[in-house]
Structures are given as structure tokens and as C-alpha cells.
């Protein structure tokens, strides 16, 4: 029995996977790939590794999450290193903990390599600082789609309490029904928004604006898209960099 890396490809720029998270593509004899991941990752493969697409896009699974653990755990019975690629970090809503179970339930050895998920990457890349001594001391990783929490009203009363910045995963197609949440919990109309599409990307697009006209701002902005709340939001207009980079030096990726 060999061994499965549960590994996070990074938010989408290519040069934002892990050191680790390379060499596990470059030794796998199979890899097992979702669509948020850079493809031109799958280039580090060898030769004659198998690849297989998972899909998981939002509302199309290509493979069901039971047929990915069960295809996991036979090639790494059959004695092969098995790569499992995931967008962002794999135990950032990735399901990499439900993998990692389905391995630990069958004594197959794993290792998780982390991965920069898209709720750090993408506000970075559009300028805005997630914590800043000034404005946030505290951050909120949340889906906008769960088993739990999120149709709760006392779930979000609460968040908006008791978090300073709320960096929202698969929320874009429920946007109004967040804003109109997040004002019923007491949030003020004019707080800061934005939504980052395809963060960290040649295609990022960023819109900003406030609790009361994003909704219309953003009417097209679609998955997969990062919504983040609260006042860090407006440093945007000093700290936008990278939009402003390929704008500058007609590059479409860091010069980095
Ligand atoms: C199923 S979750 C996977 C999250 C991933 N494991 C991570 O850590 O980033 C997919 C959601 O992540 C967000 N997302 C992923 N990549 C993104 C990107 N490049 N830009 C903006 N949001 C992204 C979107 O909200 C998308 O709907």
C-alpha cells in the first residue's frame, strides 16, 4: 500500500502551490483533479500518470464525493502514489476532511498538504488586507452554502457580532439573500462589500461597494467569485495592486 497527498493547488496563480504540494504532483501515478485548479499544473506530471477530473463545479458533480473516496483508497490499495488536487486548501471547504476519513476508516496512510485558500488569496490579490490593526481583528471563513449554520438566522446574528472581516465562499448566487441577512443583524447599509471573480487569475474582476448597492453593482459576477465584508474592504482604493500590475506592464501574471 503506498501512500494518498490530500494536497491544496492553491486560489489559481499558477506559482501559488506549495514547494510540497509540487513534488506531490510530480511523483503521483494517479491524480485525481478538480475544476478549480490551475490545469497547467498537470503538466508537472510524469509521463504516464493517470489523470482523472472530478469535476465539482457547482451545480454538475462529474464524480460523486463516495465514487472519489472509493477511487482513492483502491489506487493506493493497488500499492500506487495517489495525488488528490483540490482548489484553495483541501480542509477549507474542500471536503478534504470526508477524504481523509474515508482513507484513516481503511488504515490507508495519507498526508494533507495545505494549500493558500481563495478567502486569503483573492482579497490579497485585490488589495484588501483580510485583518489590519486599525480595522479587523478578526476574520470569518464562511459558506454560503452548508449542512450547517448558514440558514440559521441565529448562526449570522451572530457572526455579525462577533467578527470584524466575513470572507464568503459560494455565496455569489445568493447575494442578495446575504445582504438582506447581514442588515437584518445590524449591519449599516454603507458597509464596505466586495466581490473578487476568479481571484489570483488572469480573469480576476473585482467590484466594490456597499451593503445597499452591490447587489445591483454585481448583478454579473459569477462563480467562482469571494464576497468580503467589513471595513477593510476600502483599502482596496489605496492598496490594488495587482489589476494594476497587468495594466502597467501589459503582463497578464506576476512578474514574480
Ligand atoms: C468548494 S469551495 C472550495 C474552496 C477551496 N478549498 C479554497 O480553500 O479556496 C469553492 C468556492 O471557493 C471560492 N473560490 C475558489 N477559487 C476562487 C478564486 N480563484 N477566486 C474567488 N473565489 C474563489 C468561491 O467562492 C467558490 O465558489
Redesign the pocket.
Known amino acids: 500500500m503506498k501512500k494518498v497527498y490530500l494536497v491544496?493547488a492553491g486560489?489559481?496563480d499558477l506559482d501559488l502551490i506549495t514547494v510540497k504540494g509540487l513534488k506531490a504532483i510530480q511523483q503521483a501515478d494517479v491524480i485525481l483533479y478538480d475544476r478549480?485548479i490551475n490545469q497547467e499544473l498537470l503538466n508537472e506530471a510524469k509521463d504516464h500518470a493517470e489523470l482523472i477530473y472530478c469535476g465539482?463545479s457547482?451545480d454538475r458533480h462529474s464524480l460523486k464525493q463516495e465514487d472519489i473516496n472509493d477511487l482513492l483508497c483502491k489506487f493506493a490499495l493497488q500499492g500506487k502514489v495517489v495525488t488528490r488536487l483540490?482548489?484553495?486548501?483541501?480542509f477549507?471547504?474542500?471536503r478534504g476532511g470526508e477524504e481523509a476519513e474515508a482513507l484513516a476508516n481503511q488504515q490507508i496512510p495519507f498526508e494533507i498538504v495545505p494549500?493558500i485558500?481563495?478567502?486569503i488569496a483573492?482579497p490579497a490579490y485585490a488589495g484588501i488586507p483580510v485583518t489590519h490593526r486599525d480595522y479587523s481583528s478578526s476574520v470569518a471563513f464562511i459558506s454560503g452554502v452548508s449542512k450547517v449554520g448558514v440558514d440559521q438566522e441565529e448562526y449570522w446574528g451572530h457572526v455579525v457580532k462577533s467578527m470584524d472581516t466575513l470572507c464568503i465562499?459560494?455565496?455569489?448566487s445568493k447575494l442578495p439573500e446575504i445582504c438582506e441577512r447581514l442588515l437584518r443583524h445590524g449591519l449599516l447599509a454603507g458597509t464596505p462589500i466586495a466581490l473578487?471573480?476568479?481571484?489570483?487569475?488572469e480573469r480576476q474582476r473585482t467590484i466594490t461597494g456597499t451593503l445597499e448597492d452591490i447587489v445591483q453593482k454585481a448583478h454579473d459576477m459569477k462563480?467562482?467569485?469571494?464576497i468580503v465584508v467589513g471595513e477593510v474592504v476600502r483599502l482596496r482604493k489605496k492598496l490594488q495592486w495587482y489589476e494594476q500590475l497587468r495594466v502597467d506592464e501589459g503582463q497578464l501574471v506576476s512578474s514574480i
Open positions: 491544496g486560489p489559481g478549480l465539482k457547482p483540490k482548489g484553495g486548501d483541501p477549507v471547504f474542500g494549500g485558500s481563495a478567502g483573492a465562499y459560494m455565496g455569489v473578487i471573480e476568479w481571484g489570483t487569475t462563480n467562482p467569485s469571494m
